[in-house]
């Protein structure tokens, strides 16, 4: 009985006074974390120079650089679809993924010196494993009375069996010198050395005339 007189001692809130009380503010969700754009494409080029012995001919040099940026690429070549000859390409990589990965980058070019003409190209790289395959081809539209229409082509196929050393087959169609066959064929021994690799290749063994190429290049 003493109870309910000191309950009514007690101030009591009026109910309007409680609906104006405030109610705790609800929390916001935290910015979602955006992720981070991918780096901006950066150039990256390679140089290749090869010293060839051909059959019947005196020796010459050849070279190609190579310059990517993203799927763009720009070639250059000398002494590649003939002596004293300069071509310059220009290009779009596509990449290829999967257990099989590698690009496929087609090409246009211009040749002019001793041959002169337009050049559509295609070439593809593939790696498997320790596995490699690489071909190049070219097709050379005479623009002059001295140049001929031709199909050039090169294919490599290599097993490395360390880091550095690798080994395969090789096989080339070429204009520049005489052949004796339709398709030259060979092999191939590389050897890496940081960021550059030397490559002999050997043709025709089995023919009576074979002949020697040295491949020496670096990327950056």
Known sequence: ????????????????????????????????????????????????TYWIEPPYQSGYFSAIVTADKGPLHLEAHWAYEDRDTLSLFAGKSFPITGDISGKITPRLGIAGGDSQGLIPAVNLALDWKKLSFYTDFEYMIG???????????????QWAFT????????????????????????????????????????FNLDESHPYFMLAVGAGF
């Open 1 to 48: 009985m003493l109870l309910a007189p000191l309950l009514l001692l007690v101030p009591q809130t009026p109910p309007a006074a409680q609906a104006q009380q405030p109610t705790p503010a609800a929390q916001e969700p935290a910015p979602r974390a955006h992720a981070p754009l991918p780096p901006p494409p950066v150039w990256s080029t390679s140089l290749s």
């Open 143 to 157: 623009l002059s009375s001295d140049t001929s229409d031709f199909l050039y082509s090169w294919s490599e196929l």
């Open 163 to 202: 880091p550095r050393f690798s080994a395969g087959l090789v096989g080339q169609r070429t204009h520049v010198y005489a052949q004796d066959l339709e398709v030259d064929h060979g092999l191939m021994f590389g050897m890496a050395l940081g960021k550059v690799r030397a490559t002999g290749y050997f």
